[in-house]
């Protein structure tokens, strides 16, 4: 009756290989394949790649290591959700889903047009609470999301380019009008010369920057003769190093700055947030992912290296954040033989499940948090024998800080940017976002 059938008769090679998933255009003899490292063109006959765009972060698990959005950049490649043929002049488009918000648009001869709707780790606007308010919007400053699975696109019968979308955290598929595409203007670049002096210097850099990517990040936990006065002000921390969070071009960024006695570890942080200190969870185990929240990831066990890529006993998390208005100290351990059962709590994902065997409100803890316009600072004195820690000059232990940032509304984390871990693109993880990997944290040094 007209539908396709399936079967090993009707398959047949192509020459192109590691491709993820293709779609033909017809009336090009083309076929779009994403592959794990470029999208392609491939010419239907003959199976040769007629053109090659680099996509060096596919798939959900790519977009966890991609850095912030930029012109020309595909993050976390999905699906390609359709062809739409704009007209005479600009020729066929084609839409690629991101796994972290974005829609990106290229010609079926390989040039990229840019990308659509917002990086979910931006800040970004609630989401209407009808679908009448939804009829009508402008959607391009919303996101798409985390593993927006869905999606098509292409042209119908009226002579209208329109898309679906879904929204994160919202079971509502969108029909959207796509307008604009027929602005697209085409243009001849220069020509770019490379010759073997100009190789071998790129050669040279990338081994350079390869290194120092490889060097653990090292900071100095200063010593107090004094112990501080916890007011969340700064004026005490003048002279101590600040460790630095943030992502390129993302907006908010923070600063930790770690100090210690003979009784307490000190940690003062200073953040730059335009919805500053909110948390709208009720459940302490589930600080992290309710809203705005802190970090300090650290191992009692001095090593010199470490390399064990997962949790051990030792290793622990200390999140700070707010809750019902008040600032709390809550402590997370992987793995603690002595935690008593009730202190066990498991953290679920679709496709695995992780308990951590103790997660308690640190009691003895000592707080402050002041909110300063789009600016908030929140200061803590960890008493050592509560976390296990022991701490002597030249002490070297495993450390990391982070800055966990909320949605405008405060209601979900939103992003993460670490110290020393780059590997904190994921925000909807709540199994992987509660575990430690060591191996990716720098050295922390006692004074």
Known sequence: DGATMYGPAGMRKIGAKATREITRVPDEGLLLSLGHTA?????????KVQWSYPDRHSGVHGSHYAPMPKPGLMIGTLKICGVAKVDDRVGNVFLVRGNQGEDYFMTTDGLFVGALFEDNRFPQPPYPDS??????KDLANWTNG???????????????????????????AV???VTGLD?????DAPDVELDAVALVEADQRRIAHEAARKDKKTYIIKRFEQPPTIDGKPDEWREVLPMKMSRPVWPETAHAKLAWDDDYLYAFFEVADASPWQNAGDDYALLFKTGDA?????????????????????DMRIVLSALKGKPVAVLMKPIDTNAPAAAKRKYKTA?????LDRVEILKNVRTAAVIDGDHYFVEVALPLKDIGLEAAPGIMIPGDVGLISSDPAGRKNAARAYWANESTSKVNDPAGEAWLFPAKWGKMIFE
Request: charged share 35%; net charge negative.
């Open 146 to 172: 985390d593993e927006p699975f869905l999606g098509w696109f292409g042209k119908h019968s009226d002579g209208k380019i329109r898309m679906t979308r879904g929204f994160e955290d919202n079971n509502v």
């Open 39 to 47: 999208t392609q063109g491939i010419d239907e006959k003959t199976g």
């Open 351 to 355: 496709d695995r499940t992780r308990t």
């Open 183 to 187: 602005t697209i203007r085409r243009f």
């Open 131 to 136: 679908e009448d308010e939804m009829r009508g």
């Open 294 to 314: 802190l970090d300090l990831q650290l191992s009692a066990v001095p090593a010199l290296e470490r390399k064990q890529e997962d949790a051990a006993a030792g």
């Open 175 to 177: 029909i959207a009008d």
